[in-house]
């Protein structure tokens, strides 16, 4: 079987659907064609000062992907009051009795003005929380500052709202998926608590990892590394892990200690795939540093606007670049920041053999 699937990447949530309502089998070769795709992006949007600005609508934001106009089919505004929902539109997908987007996949709205379009007005969604991955760097890399590390990851931990999803993994030669993600706070605190210090550093491999896992949840993703120092046992390149991380819409924060900021090949891949992902990088002198990074992190993740749309027929099969721009009085003194682009990709499975060497040389975790 040759089996055309589509992964889309942003800041950027993208979903690649199996099968399900809009995906159809046509001739002999039992192809399956995904006509679903719904892009997300998390946009922040800051003044002159960083301040975030708030209260903005959906008629401020103009997105393009590769010059085409978008139209905005669901937009979130980040920290506002959760279990709160309007609609200026249609009914919400997820309300809709049997609708696909109950069971995880999202369908397109029968009321499209083209292929991939939504009609008519966007839902402006004001459900809070996000799923968060906190990974943690416990290589002989932290053995000073392992004690810190641990009361300001913890810190942050206590710090989220209760709508948010935690987990907390670490690593050193290999991942451990100490907390799945969990609104019981306490389990988190146990994981963080019970962690040992390992010794090699293996961030790219155990960042995959943690990605992939990240893959596989909608709506609103990002993930915490606390690193201390450059990787010295990765298998896998970091130019992998950001491309994978901007195909799944996973935003990616790094908190790292001047020794890796020391580091110029080290603090370059830790800026670049951030902000490549819509992110940030910090690199903390001290533990009040690493507190004040959390602290930041914390409010980006509650200010970001939540835009997403359909393309529009698009032939451009690479990279595709999208433009986020705001309209409206005033609106030119602000700053907008979010993921430029992201590659659309058409595969065929692996055979059996080759799924099986791909396996074989893919990076281990430890459970």
């Known amino acids: 079987m040759k ?17 399900g309502p809009g995906i159809a089998a046509q001739g002999p070769s039992s192809r399956i064609f995904v006509n679903v795709v719904l892009v997300q992006l998390n946009v922040a949007v800051t003044d002159r000062k960083g301040e975030y600005v708030t209260g903005l609508k959906p008629e401020n934001f103009v997105v393009t992907e590769d010059k085409i106009p ?19 539109g249609q009914a919400s997908a997820a309300a809709q009795p049997g609708n696909s987007a109950s069971s995880g996949t999202p369908a397109r709205p029968a009321d499209s003005d083209a292929p991939g379009v939504h009609a008519g007005e966007p839902t402006i969604s ?22 810190f590390a641990q009361d300001a990851i913890a810190g942050f931990v206590r710090s989220m709202e209760e709508a948010n999803r935690i987990a907390f993994y670490s690593y050193s030669r290999n991942l451990s998926r100490a907390t799945p993600l969990t609104t019981d706070r306490s389990m988190v605190m146990r994981g963080v608590r019970n962690t040992v210090a390992g010794d090699e550093a293996a961030l790219y491999n155990s960042l995959l990892l943690t990605v992939r896992d990240a893959a596989q949840l909608r709506g609103r993703k990002a993930i915490v590394v606390f690193s201390n120092g450059p990787d010295n046992a990765s298998t896998v390149p970091p130019e992998d892990v950001e491309e994978l991380a901007q195909s799944t819409g996973t935003i990616i924060y790094i908190i790292s200690t001047r020794q890796a900021h020391d580091e110029p090949v080290s603090s370059a891949v830790f800026e670049r795939m951030s ?7 910090y690199f903390a002198k001290d533990w009040r540093d690493e507190s004040m990074a959390f602290a930041s992190i914390k409010d980006d993740l509650a200010h970001l606007y939540t835009i997403s749309y359909y393309p529009k027929p698009n032939p451009n099969r690479g990279w595709r670049t999208i433009s986020v ?14 993921r430029d682009g992201y590659r659309l990709q058409e595969q065929a499975p692996p055979s059996s053999s080759q799924a099986t060497a791909s396996d074989s040389a893919a990076p281990t975790d430890s459970n």
Do not use: H, Q, W
């Open 3 to 19: 089996l055309f699937f589509v992964l889309l990447s942003c800041s950027v949530l993208t979903l690649a659907l199996a099968a």
């Open 126 to 147: 004001r459900l809070a929380g996000a799923s968060v991955f906190v990974l943690f760097d416990t290589s002989d890399y932290m053995y000073r500052g392992f004690v």
């Open 70 to 88: 978008e139209k905005i089919s669901s937009f979130e505004e980040g920290g506002a009051p959760g279990g709160v929902m309007e609609e200026t």
């Open 275 to 281: 902000k490549g992902t819509g992110g940030k990088a």
């Open 325 to 338: 721009r705001l309209v409206g009085s005033g609106m030119d003194k602000y700053r907008v920041r979010t």
